[in-house]
């Protein structure tokens, strides 16, 4: 009797362990996670030019708007500074893009560079992993005849969150991990 019970105990914590440890992340999936964080936030980049590019058609830039905030956690919001003033302003995701479309400019580029991670991945009590990427992004704004009227680069953070989620596929379900934004805060920004 004291055996089956100590056989049942066992198999009730290997059960329990392999039920934890699903929710860990191998070294090769935190490197495939990695690789998905840094490419959302790619796209991110490329749908803020897009949005800022004057060139671009109102329809399209909505459209795009549309698919920059899918990238986000509900509630996000992302950072707005200026050489002029030192105060940052924070905005949610989609009232940043509508600004940042209807800026009084002849023409915006906006380029981001020197991508990265600056902290690891890290597991929080409720199972979501925590990370931040950092970019730092050149900003500059000309008048209708093309000339440079505004100019800065700014360092700014992104929180990354990667959570575990499930979903119905041929009446199976399937474990996986998505990857979305958070906050996007100014840390610093300047002249170059």
Do not use: H
């Not at 302003?89 to 991508?115: Q, T």
């Amino acid at each position: 009797m004291r055996a089956n019970i100590l056989f049942v105990v066992v198999l009730f914590f290997s059960f329990a362990f392999q039920a934890i440890a699903q929710d860990d992340i191998s070294p090769e999936r935190k490197q495939a996670i990695d690789s998905l964080a840094l490419e959302k936030v790619r796209d991110l980049s490329k749908y803020i030019s897009l949005i800022g590019d004057k060139g671009t058609e109102f329809s399209e830039a909505n459209r795009v708007i549309d698919r920059a905030v899918e990238l986000f956690m509900d509630g996000s919001e992302v950072g707005v500074s200026s050489l002029y003033k030192p105060e940052v302003s924070y905005y949610p995701v989609r009232g940043y893009l509508e600004r940042l479309m209807r800026l009084n400019y002849g023409k915006i580029d906006i380029e981001w560079f020197k991508i990265e991670y600056v902290s690891d991945l890290e597991k929080q009590p409720d199972g979501t992993y925590v990370g931040v990427i950092t970019i730092f992004q050149k900003f500059s704004g000309y008048d209708k005849e093309g000339g440079l009227v505004y100019q800065d680069v700014t360092k700014k953070d992104i929180t990354v969150y990667v959570k575990r989620k499930e979903t119905q596929i041929a009446g199976r379900l399937i474990g996986f991990w998505d990857v979305l934004l958070g906050d996007i805060r100014v840390k610093e920004t300047s002249k170059d």
